[in-house]
């Protein structure tokens, strides 16, 4: 993908909310393979929503700089979906990373709802496909200030 010009800041680099427009459409390819596309919520009326995202801001990038996302499947179990992405620079070098929690919603409450057995087949595949990959480094990172102890 290819950074739009819009999308840079007064600082002459790419503004933070478009970071998570990336990490959106990149993602979309590896929900599409799972099963849990556009065409899932269309046709089945189920689909995914975020309901907690950590991104960690890593080197920034700016516009006319074209960029790759990868995402890797953590975890899951009967109505949850944990990720893990990747934009790195087309050249290779790692510009941001975020780690997603998704939940499994029926569109007509919405509310939360078990997969079903097809989509658990495919995360089922595809988590095992990862697990080799092993958890990265930056997963499961929290936010906090690290104080200094008193002496």
């Known amino acids: ?4 010009k819009d999308w840079i800041d007064y600082n002459g680099h790419l503004n933070m909310a478009y970071y998570n427009v990336l990490f959106d459409r990149g993602g979309e390819d590896a929900f ?17 929503f975020a309901a907690e995202a950590h991104v960690c801001y890593i080197r920034e990038l700016h516009f006319g700089h074209n960029v790759i996302v990868t995402l890797q499947v953590l975890d899951y ?6 990720v893990y992405q ?30 079903p057995s097809d989509i658990l087949a495919n995360l089922r595949t595809v988590h095992a496909s ?3 990959h092993g958890i990265p480094v930056r997963a499961g990172r929290a936010i906090a200030i690290k104080r200094k102890a008193c002496s």
């Open 1 to 4: 993908m290819e950074l739009e």
């Open 32 to 48: 599409v393979q799972l099963g849990l596309g556009g065409g899932y919520a269309r046709t089945r009326g189920l689909t995914s």
């Open 77 to 82: 179990d009967e109505k949850r979906l944990h």
């Open 86 to 115: 990747e934009l790195r620079h087309i050249d290779g070098w790692l510009a941001a990373t975020s780690e997603q929690l998704c939940l499994h919603v029926d569109m007509s409450g919405p509310k939360v709802v078990p997969f």
């Open 130 to 132: 990862h697990a080799s």
